[in-house]
């Protein structure tokens, strides 16, 4: 069964086949990644997955009997999620363990702006950044 969900005038589409699959037409690419993440969240939010983003609520403890049936789901979105990523980025992100680190990752990573300690670090680094003995600055 295949069912195709517009999302607003956009253009962008979401194709289900089943379960396992997940396109929303377009993948990160680094620098698209405020509407991606829009998207992305809207399309694993209508599948009753949003909670493997936010962690609420959390989940259940690897010793209880529900922790098996999470992490599958769990790896059910991370699998959406690396599915909409262009390949070049794929070996920067798949090292996380839950789709929730992955998410938190590429907003840490491609988010514009909202994060104040990946601005403060970027200013650091092009701050010491020296061209021979001259800074970037004077360069």
Request: net charge negative; glycine share 8%; hydrophobic share 35%.
């Amino acid at each position: 069964m295949e069912t195709i969900i517009h999302y607003g005038g956009l253009g962008i589409q979401q194709t289900q086949s089943n379960l396992d699959n997940l396109s929303i037409g377009f993948k990160l690419n680094g620098d698209n990644y405020p509407l991606w993440a829009t998207l992305m969240k809207k399309v694993i939010s209508d599948r009753g997955k949003k909670s493997h983003l936010t962690s609420i609520p959390p989940a259940p403890e690897e010793i209880e009997p529900a922790y098996e049936k999470w992490e599958q789901a769990d790896q059910t979105v991370f699998t959406w999620i690396i599915q909409n990523i262009e390949i070049s980025l794929i070996n920067n992100v798949f090292q996380f363990p839950t789709a929730k680190a992955l998410w938190e990752g590429l907003a840490t990573t491609y988010g514009s702006g909202t994060d104040l300690m990946q601005i403060y670090d970027l200013h650091r680094k092009a701050n010491t950044q020296k061209q021979g003995k001259d800074t970037l600055e004077d360069f």
